[in-house]
């Protein structure tokens, strides 16, 4: 049931379907025994266009209602009369579609004692989401905020309230009001059976970023990938995170590379740039497997010219130092979460895992191993245990990538 057909019930049981037949006040005090205490006091002068108008309205017949109900509205007087002029008028401005018009119509029945006390807050709940709105269009946004509130207090389910409330709270510098609320019109959509539109995340994210919690911006972030997963968006999602993850520092450079690799298993690896630029941080992080295997794949898909002279110095040195090293298995002998990485950058997965369990198992830097052990785990495609160990993932500054690589987990494949 829509809110005009539940306004018009409301109506129908306060008043009665024969509220305009009854006798006016003057005859019924001839038998005050006899007389309905429940019947609308009207006068002859207001009911007969209120009579012409009520035929009308069921009809549907708007042309010939509304003189009649201006003629009804000029002649009320009491109460009962301005209550019912208001309900018709009610009517006839919700099948206009006109909002502003309703409002006069609102305002009365939400305080006419002749409206039941259900009905009242049902209007009173329309007349504040419509004050609402009236407040958008003239950028009162704290009126906004206020009205549209006070319409949810009081049950009003219309989606425009969270959405409305959103642009207020971003206009007044409110991110954190406007970001929750951009999240309630989502999850709203959701409950309807709805997709929420892409835009209410794009509109949310900046927001939730600008409070400077990263936490909370990149759970919006997981929360936008898993609901529109293509390789635009998450090579847009990794560039938001990787802005934090220029550090030069060892956490910092674990970082970049691990959101490279998060570039890598989505496909979202673009052009010569990205194979290049991760290419080379691999080789100055110590991992030359890696880097000779990202420019190997950049080189065969096309997107890194066999020309390209960082690409080749990049390729040329990482050769050098594959070879300067230990092999793969002295490396896997030897233990330590320095060769697990060095496995793992090789693509050794299943000897990486193993190290990393090891490492752990001596107390070593639990945030940073299980972010790794997730991604050996995942390449293996053992994906609960990767979800398992991305979750362990607790502080640092390897959260929020571990988010971002759970979330990987739970989206279907990109092409």
């Given amino acids: ?5 539940k306004l018009a019930l409301a109506a129908v049981l306060s008043l009665g379907t024969t509220a305009l037949t009854v006798a006016p006040a003057a005859a019924q005090k001839k038998d005050d025994k006899k007389a309905d205490p429940n019947a609308l006091k009207v006068s002859d002068e207001f009911r007969k266009p209120a009579a012409v108008a009520e035929a009308a309205v069921k009809a549907k017949d708007w042309a010939t209602a509304e003189p009649s109900i201006v003629t009804a509205e000029a002649a009320a007087k009491n109460d009962d009369e301005k209550y019912y002029a208001a309900w018709l008028r009610l009517q006839l401005e919700l099948a206009r579609g006109n909002e502003n018009a309703q409002i006069p119509a609102l305002q009365i029945l939400s305080v006419n004692p002749r409206t039941a006390p259900d009905a009242k807050n049902a209007y ?16 009162k946004h704290a009126e906004v905020i206020t009205y549209m509130a006070k319409a949810r207090e009081l049950g009003e389910k219309n989606l425009d309230i969270p959405l409305m409330m959103a642009n207020a709270y971003a206009a007044t510098g409110k991110n954190v009001e406007a970001a929750a609320e951009a999240r309630n019109a989502i999850e709203a959509a959701k409950a309807t059976g709805q997709k929420a539109p892409e835009a209410w995340y794009q509109f949310a994210i900046p927001k939730a970023i600008a409070t400077g919690n990263r936490e909370t ?16 968006n998450w090579r847009w999602a990794i560039e938001v995170l990787g802005q934090g993850a220029k550090g030069a520092d060892r956490a910092g450079k674990i970082e ?3 959101l490279y690799r998060l570039r890598r298993i989505t496909n979202s690896l673009a052009d010569r740039g990205d194979y290049a630029d991760y290419a080379y941080a691999a080789q100055s992080s110590g991992l030359p497997w890696e880097a000779i295997s990202v420019i190997e794949e950049g080189r065969k898909n096309g997107k890194l010219p066999t020309t390209d002279p960082d690409g080749n110095r990049t390729f040329t040195a990482a050769q050098a130092g594959v070879k300067s090293s230990p092999s793969l298995a002295t490396l896997a002998s030897q233990g330590g979460v320095g060769n697990a ?8 997965n299943e000897n990486a895992l193993k190290l990393y369990d090891a490492a752990l198992a001596k107390g070593g830097d639990a945030n940073e191993i299980n972010l790794h052990r997730g991604i050996a785990l995942q390449r293996l495609g053992r994906k609960d245990e990767a979800k398992t160990a991305f979750q362990a993932v607790k ?5 929020n990538v571990a988010l971002l690589w759970q979330v990987s987990l739970d989206t279907p494949p990109l092409s």
Wanted: aromatic residues 16%; hydrophobic residues 45%.
């Fill in 341 to 348: 990485d060095a496995l793992l950058a090789a693509g050794d």
């Fill in 395 to 399: 502080t640092g500054p390897f959260v």
């Fill in 124 to 139: 009173n709940a329309r007349l504040n989401f419509l004050l609402g709105k009236a407040a958008a269009s003239q950028k």
């Fill in 217 to 232: 911006a990149y759970d919006w972030l997981a929360y936008y990938l898993k609901d529109y997963p293509t390789v635009k």
């Fill in 1 to 5: 049931m829509n809110f005009a057909s």
């Fill in 256 to 258: 970049r590379i691990d």
